[in-house]
Nanobody, 112 residues
Framework: QVQLVESGGGLVQPGGSLRLSCAASGSISRFSIMAWFRQAPGEERELVAAITGRGATNYADFAQGRFTSSRDTAKNSVYLQMNSLKPEDTAVYFC??????WGQGTQVTVSS
């Protein structure tokens, strides 16, 4: 059974930064793609960033230039560094592996 556990969310002021972590139960090398999604209240879940097993990354337009996804196979973890945060980035952020396995999410709130 694959388990993904996100952490690192919280309350931050506009312009601030957060680093989200997603720890997997077991090696992340078995996954072709690991991704971050987010869901704001009343909105559909949307892709934020994805990273392949080779480290190639892809970002949503709103994340480009502000967010950076990375992975550490030794720690079985992927990360999402979020800079220059805006109030519209407020959402629950989810980690996903191969589109099949999901974490429980971590709340990110950007507010002054």
């Amino acid at each position: 059974q694959v388990q993904l556990v996100e952490s690192g969310g919280g309350l931050v002021q506009p312009g601030g930064s957060l680093r989200l972590s997603c720890a997997a139960s077991g090696s992340i090398s078995r996954f072709s793609i690991m991704a971050w999604f987010r869901q704001a209240p009343g909105e559909e879940r949307e892709l934020v960033a994805a990273i392949t097993g080779r480290g190639a990354t892809n970002y949503a337009d709103f994340a480009q230039g502000r967010f950076t996804s990375s992975r550490d196979t030794a720690k079985n973890s992927v990360y999402l560094q979020m800079n220059s945060l805006k109030p519209e980035d407020t959402a629950v952020y989810f980690c996903c592996a191969d589109g099949l396995y999901w974490g429980q999410g971590t709340q990110v709130t950007v507010s002054s």
